[in-house]
């Protein structure tokens, strides 16, 4: 099992930034992704970005809205992965959750994540 916990939600105004982290433990080893999905109240959960990593080598994704703004890194010493969030608009208000996956290989599909985390909660005002 791998447990994935998230931090560095918060409240912040329009043009300001965040920084998401969300710290892996447990079987970690496994894995072989790890993505940000966010869920707008009324809405679907919809992906963010991903980075994935295979062969030494490292792929990140993002979602259209997310290119230029937003920037996913790893830290492996830690078992961590970063979304710096930067420009943020208040459309980019909603709970942010963590996810974590073994063999995925279409990261913008959720059934294709095999751990979750509980969520944070990233509000941006206008």
């Known amino acids: 099992q791998v447990q994935l916990v998230e931090s560095g939600g918060g409240m912040v105004q329009a043009g300001g930034s965040l920084r998401l982290s969300c710290a892996a433990s447990?079987?970690?080893?496994?894995?072989?992704?790890t993505g940000w999905f966010r869920q707008a109240p009324g809405k679907e959960r919809e992906f963010v970005a991903a980075?994935?990593?295979?062969?030494?080598?490292?792929?990140?994704y993002y979602e259209n809205s997310a290119k230029g703004r937003f920037t996913i890194s790893r830290d492996n010493g830690k078992n961590t992965v970063y979304l710096q969030m930067n420009s943020l608009k208040p459309e980019d208000t909603a709970v942010y959750y963590c996810?974590?996956?073994?063999?995925?290989?279409?990261?913008?599909?959720?059934?294709?994540?095999?751990?979750w985390g509980q969520g944070t909660q990233v509000t941006v005002t206008s």
């Open positions: 996810a974590a996956g073994i063999g995925v290989t279409a990261v913008t599909t959720i059934g294709q994540w095999n751990y």
């Open positions: 980075i994935r990593w295979t062969g030494g080598v490292t792929f990140t």
């Open positions: 447990g079987r970690s080893f496994s894995l072989s992704a």
